[in-house]
């Protein structure tokens, strides 16, 4: 989870978020490359003498410094699309999870055994306990196993609301009517921590999502309760 005065992103805990931070890094590094040439060339101006009063055209230069910027955009788009297929590939799921946003909690229900469902609210600040996270913590935690391909089914009961991890790159709205798809594979065990990422209503900034990554004979325990 994201702690004091961390503004990057959070460590991944999935190959997924492992590549959107590569993605971030490569991205940003062609930004920092184009911020420095234009504001070296901007600065420079200032300190130009030469000026040629019949300058018209310049045919050379325009094809340049139209065709360059182009092609350096393709070394983002490319990657980019890339990233936005792979997230979109469904690797045989061993497991189902199904997520139902409300006004303003989340239910979860493991369709693949049964009459296992059940809601999950944030813990209010004067009820947390002394190790609690604030506007973070949730009553009931969603169990899934480490290292093993999981499908989420993400849909809404009243209006629009967004399942979010971002330590799993996951982002799913959940809309009335609606049944989205995700998946993802979480690769070490731990609590993470995501939100709500619609704005859907006045309780929006309350409903979070918790996550327990256990290994999997962990997992067959708790489900089997
Ligand atoms: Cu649900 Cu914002």
């Given at each position: 989870m994201s702690t004091w005065a961390n503004l990057g992103l959070q460590d991944s805990a999935s190959p997924l978020m492992e590549q959107l931070i590569f993605f971030h890094d490569h991205a940003l590094l062609i930004l920092v490359m184009i911020t420095v040439l234009v504001g070296y060339l901007m600065f420079m101006l200032f300190f130009n003498n030469y000026v040629n009063r019949f300058l018209l055209h310049g045919q050379m230069i325009e094809m340049i410094w139209t065709i360059l910027p182009a092609i350096i955009l393709l070394f983002i788009a490319f990657p980019s699309l890339r990233l936005l297929y792979l997230l979109d590939e469904i690797n045989e799921p061993s497991i189902?999870?199904?997520?139902?946003?409300?006004?303003?909690?989340?239910?979860?229900?493991?369709?693949?055994?049964?009459?296992?469902?059940?809601?999950?609210?944030?813990?209010?600040?004067?009820?947390?306990?002394?190790?609690?996270?604030?506007l973070l913590d949730v009553d009931n935690r969603i169990v899934l196993p480490m290292n093993s391909q999981i499908r989420i089914l993400v849909t809404a009961a009243d209006v629009i609301h967004s399942w979010t991890i971002p330590a799993l790159g996951v982002k799913v709205d959940g809309t009335p009517g609606r049944?989205?798809?995700?998946?993802?594979?979480?690769?070490?065990?731990?609590?993470?921590?995501?939100?709500?990422?619609?704005?859907?209503?006045?309780?929006?900034?309350?409903?979070?999502?918790?996550?327990?990554?256990?290994?999997?004979?962990?997992?067959i325990k708790w489900i089997t309760n």
């Open positions: 189902t999870l199904k997520s139902i946003g409300h006004q303003w909690y989340w239910s979860y229900e493991y369709s693949d055994f049964n009459d296992i469902e059940f809601d999950s609210y944030m813990i209010p600040t004067n009820e947390l306990s002394t190790d609690g996270f604030r049944l989205n798809q995700t998946n993802f594979f979480i690769n070490r065990p731990g609590l993470f921590y995501g939100q709500c990422s619609e704005i859907c209503g006045a309780n929006h900034s309350f409903m979070p999502i918790v996550i327990e990554s256990v290994p999997i004979n962990y997992f």
